[in-house]
């Protein structure tokens, strides 16, 4: 897989041989993105029913999997469907769940991006943050995806990209991605957004999603809710974009939702270096949750949800099953 530590000053791949490296590679962020962790998660059950030796030990592995990341469901999820293929098929059965979830990631994409596009007019500003592109994906992209595919549709979006604090996947990843997709894109400071949103400069906001609870409280990288606030304040409208496998509707709402705690180096230093006094107290939120009466609507596979969100996501989550990707 690509190393995204790595970018965008080298592009860099990295192979798994074990559960470990697996585990390790989603710890420190080499993939990271909701829907590339979904695969992951299910590639790494496949790697673990190759290497080890009994059933009992890939149950373990896949719980380990799981435990490595708790907010973002697609990695529940792409174990989970992983798993379900190991034990009625085993390792052969594990791997060609995985190359599903990957071959279908980026067809689910593809067609989210195509629904998306819609909500972007011609020559419009776009603002997204965090990184939701072909990198956190297998492929195509959610928020980016909806922006490309107004691109490839000659709808010339502009983008504003957030940078992302602490750890920058706007600055590194989304405006490396954008850069190579030749979109024409320009980076600010996170607290850049709320005076271009007061001239005027930003006509949608686009993000995507770690994991949507069934009344369509929205999990996302921290400042999301921030995001959505201001968007809320000056009349932008605050768009969504996941693909259905990253709706849980086990999860009631937005309350439910654990959200991962980091490592305080990532706030404390910057590219290396220490900016904060030692043994200062950090608090790192990697994710915040945006209530869904914020959220003008949420683009998936199947199309554009608006509120009420219980009843359209469980309706997108029927359709998308019942189509083939
Ligand atoms: O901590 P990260 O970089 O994994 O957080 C990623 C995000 O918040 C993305 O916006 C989300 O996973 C959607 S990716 C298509």
Not at 222 to 234: D, E, F, K, N, W
Request: hydrophobic content about 50%; aromatic content about 4%; proline content about 4%.
């Amino acid at each position: 897989m690509i190393d995204q530590r790595a970018l965008p000053g080298r592009l860099r791949f990295i192979t798994c041989a074990t559960v470990d490296d697996v585990c390790d590679a989603i710890n420190t962020l080499a993939v990271r993105g909701a829907p590339a962790l979904g695969a992951t998660g299910a590639y790494g059950v496949a790697l673990a029913a190759r290497t080890l030796g009994n059933a009992r030990s890939v149950r373990a592995a896949a719980k380990r999997i799981v435990a490595t990341r708790p907010t973002a469901v697609n990695l529940a999820w792409g174990v989970g469907r992983a798993m379900h293929a190991f034990e009625h098929a085993g390792a052969t059965g594990a791997l060609a769940e995985a190359e599903t979830i990957a071959d279908e990631d980026v067809a689910r994409n593809r067609a989210l991006g195509a629904h998306g596009a819609e909500l972007l007019g011609v020559g419009g500003t776009v603002l997204t943050h965090c990184n939701a592109g072909a990198l956190a994906c297998v492929g195509y992209g959610t928020a980016l995806g909806v922006i490309r595919a107004a691109a490839e549709r000659g709808k010339r979006p502009r983008v504003w990209v957030d940078e992302t604090r602490p750890v920058l996947q706007g600055a590194r990843l989304t405006a490396w991605e954008l850069d190579r997709l030749g979109i024409d894109a320009t980076l600010v400071a996170d607290v850049a957004a709320a005076s271009l949103m007061a001239a005027g400069e930003v006509d949608c906001v686009v993000v995507g999603a770690d994991r949507i609870a069934a009344n369509g409280d929205v999990a996302n990288k921290v400042g999301t809710y921030g995001l959505a606030v201001l968007a809320h304040h000056h009349h932008v409208p605050f768009y969504v974009a996941a693909p259905t496998s990253t709706i849980d509707v086990r999860t009631p709402d937005g309350a439910a939702i654990t959200v991962e705690e980091r490592d305080p180096a990532e706030v404390t230093t910057f590219a290396g270096t220490r900016i904060a006094p030692l043994g200062m107290a950090v608090a790192n939120p990697a994710f915040d949750v945006t209530p869904a009466r914020l959220v003008a609507a949420i683009v998936t596979e199947a199309g554009i949800a608006r509120r009420p969100y219980r009843r359209s996501l469980a309706s997108h989550i029927r359709l998308a099953a019942a189509h083939s990707f």
